[in-house]
Structure formats: C-alpha cells, structure tokens
C-alpha cells in the first residue's frame, strides 16, 4: 500500500470520511459528565480515555493533510486539548473534514517515513473514527448501528488496513457472527468487538 503503484478501492475517500465524522458526531451527542468513567468496548480505556485518543487519532490525520507527514511520535507534555473533550472533538472533526476536502495536494503521505497513497489516509481515518464512533454509543448505554452502506465501504478498507499482525495488540480476534448479519455487525466483529455491545 505504498507509493504510487497500488490502486485504493475507495472511490472517494473524503467522502467516506464525512460520513464515518458525521455518524460519530451523532454518537457524541450522547455523552454526559457522568459517562467519563464508563467502560468502552476498547478494554484498556474508559471513555474519558478513549475521547482522547480520538483526538490524537484527528490530530495525526490533521498533520497528514497539513504537512503530508505523520511522526507516529507522541507528543510530550500536555495535550492541546480543552477540559470539554466533546466540544473539542467536534471542532476538530469540523476542521479536519474542512482540510481534506479543500485538499487538491495528491502527493504521499509519510507515516513514520513510509510514503503511503494520499487516499488511504482519510480511508484509515474514517474506519478509526466510526468504530470509535460505535464505541462512544456504548459506554453511553445507547449502541448506535453502524449505517449499512457506511460499514460496507469501510469493511473493503478494514481487510486491508488489519491484518493477523495487528492482533490481538490493537484488534481482538474476529467475533463470529450469523450468515446474514449486516454490513455493520460485521464490521464490528472484524475488528475483535461484540456487535451486540458487549465489551470485550
């Protein structure tokens, strides 16, 4: 998946981005003070935690579309973050979406000194963003479905994106799920989570 000579299935992917951002601003919607501590389906975070590693993942997509490079190198020192994750997290989401659709720069983007095609970037972004999405809606109480036509695109990127490598240090193993399950319930159970909002 890198340099120029590897075609992405995605036919627009900032398009799939605004509606991975779109979905999880709904989810946001939920979140009250008193929902910080709850557990999310990501085992090691509660929600307060996973709202911040949400905005690292769009500040990392920021910098790609900004400067066309990822360190994959936390910063030190304090986050650049307000106390209100959410509000912080929505106008984030706004300006990112805003970049990457008034981006007409097609050159790679270097994550960690790999040159990747530019549209894999927002593709990765809008898997990270929606799953996440979906996670919020369950440490809310309330699970939001993934919409089918959302989850289907974001399953192609999903297949390619994770791999056995990748599990089970940032993916559990596959959930299984029946024949007929939906795009979204699927999705889910790809990446290692219970579709049924379950924490795992």
Known sequence: MT???????????????????????GSLQLVTAQDMSAPTPC???NLRELLTHMNDALEALQEAVDDRVVTLVPDEGPASISSDLVAALRDRACHLLGSWAGSADSAPVR???VPVLSDIVPSAGALEIAVHGWDVSVACGRPRPIPAALADELLTCAALFVT????PARFGPPVEVVGDADPGRRLLAF?????RGGRI
Do not use: K, N
């Open 3 to 25: 340099g120029s000579r590897v075609a992405w299935p995605v036919v627009d992917p900032v398009a799939l981005l605004e509606r991975s951002i779109g979905y999880t601003l």
């Open 43 to 45: 085992r090691e975070w």
């Open 111 to 113: 994550i960690g000194g």
């Open 164 to 167: 056995d490598v990748d599990r």
């Open 191 to 195: 990446l290692g989570r219970d579709p």
